[in-house]
């Protein structure tokens, strides 16, 4: 059993089937816990996918120079996910903190934009 970078014990029963396009994420905080694990595991198919095509910039692969080590979700509510996501850069141990705004879009969730707080 592979334990899942957003923090769940196992991978293939929490991100990994959204991952490999197996389902979709119900909730805005279960698309922003596969958006996280995406970027830890250098998914950019993911990412792009979920990630609202109005935003989405060219290129979303991940920074190979940073090492994601965790997720925090503070709260969320009906479109919105506020996180602390930890990493490791050259520069030592650091944390994004981010508001985040999500919509449905043709019946699944995506990621729109977030305030980096």
């Known amino acids: 059993m592979e334990t899942c970078p957003c923090g769940s014990a196992d991978y293939d029963a929490c991100c990994g089937p959204l991952h490999r ?3 979709s994420a119900a909730t ?8 996280y694990s995406a ?3 250098r998914d950019p198919f993911h990412l792009a996918r979920t990630w609202h095509p ?18 925090e979700i503070l709260g969320s509510a ?6 602390i996501a930890r990493y490791e850069d050259r520069e030592g141990p650091g944390e994004l903190r981010e508001h985040s705004r999500f919509a449905r879009r043709a019946g699944r969730w995506v990621y729109v934009d977030g305030d980096v707080l």
Do not use: N, Q, Y
């Open 78 to 83: 009906d479109d919105t996910v506020d996180f």
């Open 39 to 41: 970027f830890a595991k």
């Open 54 to 71: 109005r935003t989405r910039p060219d290129d979303v692969s991940a920074d190979p120079s940073i090492r994601w080590t965790g997720l």
């Open 28 to 35: 805005p905080e279960e698309l922003m816990r596969s958006r």
């Open 21 to 23: 396009g197996e389902r």
